[in-house]
Structure formats: C-alpha cells, structure tokens
C-alpha cells in the first residue's frame, strides 16, 4: 500500500519496474546509474545478483520502484529455483519491464536461447516492456541496427533504446519511460529514499562481490553472507560478518595463506560500505562452513533466501 502523502500533483505516477535479462547483461549497472548510487553488486561473472535488490528514483512527476533480478535461467538447486521464482512473481507484480540486452554480434543472425527464454516469459505476463539494448559502446552501429529489427521482429516491444550503463549514454531516455507508462498514484516511499532494501543486506552483498570479484570459479556461487551485528557508534560503525561456505575447502581459499584473501575482500568491501553509509567503518569477517546450505531449505531461509 503506498504511504500516506500528500500527492504532489494529479497526474503523479508511480509504479514498479523489473529489469529482467541474461546474466552478465549489465541490469544491475543500470540500477545503480539510474538511481546514482551503488546499491546492486556488479561483476564481470554471471549471476551476481542474488538477493532482493530494489531501488527508487523519485523526481517532481514520477516515483519508480526499480527491481533488480539475478534474471532467469533453468535451476540448478533449491537456491537457483527460489531465485528463479522471484524473478519470475516480480515481472507479475510490475507495472513496466525494461528487457535488457546486448547487440547481436555480426553474422550470427539469431536471438539467444538465454534471452529466448526471458521472452517466453514475458509474453506470458503481458506487461508493458522497452527493449533496452546495452554495451552500445562495445559494439559497431550496424550490429545494433540489426539487433533493433531483429528482437522487434520477435517480440512486441513498446520502445527500443540503446544505451550504455557503464558510460550513461541513453540511460535519461530511460527516465521518460516512468512518466510515460507508470499509472497515476502516489509515491510509496519518502522522495528522498533510494532504497527499500535494509543497509544491512546492502552491506552483506558488497562484501559477497568481493568474494564474487576475488576468488575462482564455482567457490563465489556456494557464499552466502550473513550480518550478526550493525553496532553504530558515535564515531564509527562496527559490522561483524558470518561468511557462509559449502565446503571446509572453499573455506581455506577464501581465507588464504596467512588470511591474504579474507583481508583483501574486507579492505576492498569497506570501501564500499564506508562510502555507502558515509561513515568510518571497522569490518569483521568470519569464515565458516554450511554443507551443502544451497539445498537445506532451514538454512536458505535463514540466510533470506525465502520462497
Ligand atoms: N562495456 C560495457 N560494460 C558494461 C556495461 N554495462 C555493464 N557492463 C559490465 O558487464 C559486467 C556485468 O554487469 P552486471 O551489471 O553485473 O550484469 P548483471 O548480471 O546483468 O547484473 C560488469 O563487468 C559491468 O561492468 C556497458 O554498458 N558497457
Ligand atoms: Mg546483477
């Protein structure tokens, strides 16, 4: 239910947006250049994102909701399917999608299987959704030309954008898009606020893409993150952090000889945190080991992950 507030004028918009695609894609660079703040984790290795990340720009004529997912693929366990799960409830939930994906290489003429499937879905819900073409500065003008008439040809998109996250360029077209197709309402949240999602999960998911960043192949996929406490003193905020592991060998990795790694992913994770919250922050992290946690549906719902 949206707060009670004042309306700032009658023809207001608000409203939820899901941004859906591929792995790797960039929707959650685009999340934090939309709303100017870095709030989602990025890195250069698929399915990143995993927890419920959502952010909310607000301007004089719009407030949008903007929902982060780890995009859609087939599970592999009990996690992947209840992320899966969320992508797909939160597409039903929205009032607008932007399908994010990349240019169409030269003389490979069809549409991924991965993005193929997100279709799929998405025609099934029938909700209003811009095809929003990324890492435009990657590629030649032709490949996207082509890909603009292609993906048109698949699916009945309401607009076409070329953008680039990383670089901004066509990020504001975007914008316009919220007043366009948002229905009329009031604002949800405070005009101010960015995001919904608690600090403290926040602060989970940057030290997790350190370790998603830091370390090798199928290690950073079995982590899951747990704050144990968030104390706020006068001068500084001390976080104290449980890192969760599937194996007592991927434990000793994330550790590293003589704790080389665990230090590196918590300098670099305080960076981020300190800038976040814009406060000193003294970082504790501490290893342990959950077998096989990715199936135990107990310690899922622990660690937030819930149905
Ligand atoms: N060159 C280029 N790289 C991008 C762009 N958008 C995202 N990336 C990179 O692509 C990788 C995946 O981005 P991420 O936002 O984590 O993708 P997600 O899995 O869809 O959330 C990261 O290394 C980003 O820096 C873009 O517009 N141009
Ligand atoms: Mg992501």
């Given at each position: 239910m949206p707060v009670d507030q004042t309306m700032p004028s009658p023809d207001f918009k608000s409203g939820f947006v899901t941004l859906l695609g591929k792995p790797n894609v960039g929707k959650s660079t685009l999340l934090n250049r939309l709303i100017g703040q870095y709030i989602s984790i990025t890195a250069d290795k698929p399915q990143t994102t995993r927890n419920r990340i959502r952010g909310i720009i607000s301007d004089e004529l719009y407030q949008a909701v903007i929902l982060?997912?780890?995009?859609?693929?087939?599970p592999r366990n009990e996690l992947h399917r209840r992320i899966v799960s969320y992508a797909v409830q939160s597409v039903r939930d929205s009032d607008l999608v932007f399908f994010l994906t990349e240019p169409i290489r030269k003389g490979q003429q069809v549409i991924s299987r991965d993005d193929l499937l997100v279709l799929e879905h998405l025609a099934a819900s029938s909700v209003k959704t811009i095809l929003v073409i990324n890492k435009i500065d990657l590629s030649r003008k032709e490949e996207i030309l082509e890909s603009i008439v292609l993906l048109n040809e698949a699916y009945p998109?309401?607009?076409?954008?070329?953008?680039?996250?990383?670089?901004?360029?066509?990020?504001?077209?975007?914008k316009g898009f919220f007043t366009k197709y948002l229905p009329v309402g009031v604002p949800y949240f405070p005009m101010d606020q960015m995001t919904?999602?608690?600090?403290?999960?926040?602060?989970?998911?940057?030290?997790?893409?350190q370790i998603m960043r830091l370390c090798f192949q199928e290690i950073p996929y079995g982590v899951a993150v747990h704050i144990e406490a968030f104390k706020e003193e006068e001068k500084l905020i001390r976080i104290f952090a449980t890192i969760h592991v599937e194996k007592a060998s991927h434990k000793k990795i994330i550790i590293g000889e003589k704790a080389t790694m665990l230090k590196k992913v918590g300098q670099n994770a305080r960076i981020k945190i300190e800038r976040l919250l814009g406060a000193k922050v003294f970082l504790s992290l501490h290893v342990k080991t959950a077998k096989n946690w990715v199936n135990n549906p107990r310690r899922l719902s622990e660690f937030g992950y819930d149905e």
């Open positions: 982060d997912t780890p995009g859609i693929h087939p998109f309401a607009e076409t954008v070329p953008v680039s996250a990383l670089k901004g360029t066509g990020v504001e077209i975007l919904d999602t608690p600090e403290r999960e926040i602060v989970g998911e940057l030290v997790r893409e």
